[in-house]
């Protein structure tokens, strides 16, 4: 039960980042990478069946809230979270916090911009300089929101 709640409480506050970046300019989402950050954050502060159930049912209430983007793009947001949770856990094992977030956040982006770029259509190349100032943003911030989130989660059962 404990799972499940936790579990709602983190796709809440996915549903809740996209839709605060949805009401702003376009460019504002790839600083901040709501799906991106949300995801890491329950892989990194619970284990990775959070972090997985996360990725899969994130994209698919991010459509049905907000239809921000086509549903032919719903398989590929879901491949790409599901990519990332797989790379983040594997290199959060063997390197430093800021590192795996790093590494891991730059592979996942770049292939599934590949994969787009092959399925879909072409990459918009603007979009590749405001990903790397979110990159930046969160590759320093997201290991202290979870040492954050870490201590107050301690300190709750004091």
């Given amino acids: ?17 996209n839709y605060l970046i949805w009401l702003g300019p ?20 619970h284990d990775f069946s959070i972090g997985l159930f996360v990725a899969l049912i994130l994209p698919n209430l991010s459509y049905v809230a907000l239809r921000s983007f086509t549903p032919s793009l719903l398989a590929l947001y879901m491949f790409e979270l599901v990519l ?24 996942t982006w770049t292939v599934s911009r590949l994969v787009e770029r092959v399925v879909f259509h072409p990459i918009d ?19 202290e929101v979870k040492k954050l989130l870490v201590k107050s989660s301690e300190l709750e059962r004091r």
């Avoid at 709640?5 to 980042?17: D, K, Q, T």
């Avoid at 990332?84 to 592979?107: H, T």
């Avoid at 590749?128 to 930046?136: D, E, K, M």
């Fill in 1 to 17: 039960m404990k799972r499940i709640i936790v579990l709602c409480l983190w796709l809440s506050l996915g549903i809740a980042l």
């Fill in 26 to 45: 376009d460019w504002l989402g790839l600083f901040v990478l709501p799906n991106y950050v949300v995801t890491a954050l329950s892989l990194l502060c």
């Fill in 84 to 107: 990332l949770v797989f790379i983040l856990s594997i290199l959060n094992r063997r390197m430093k916090p800021r590192m795996s977030v790093l590494f891991s956040f730059a592979l």
């Fill in 125 to 143: 190349v603007k979009s590749v300089s405001p990903f790397l100032v979110g990159l930046a943003l969160n590759t320093l911030l997201l290991p």
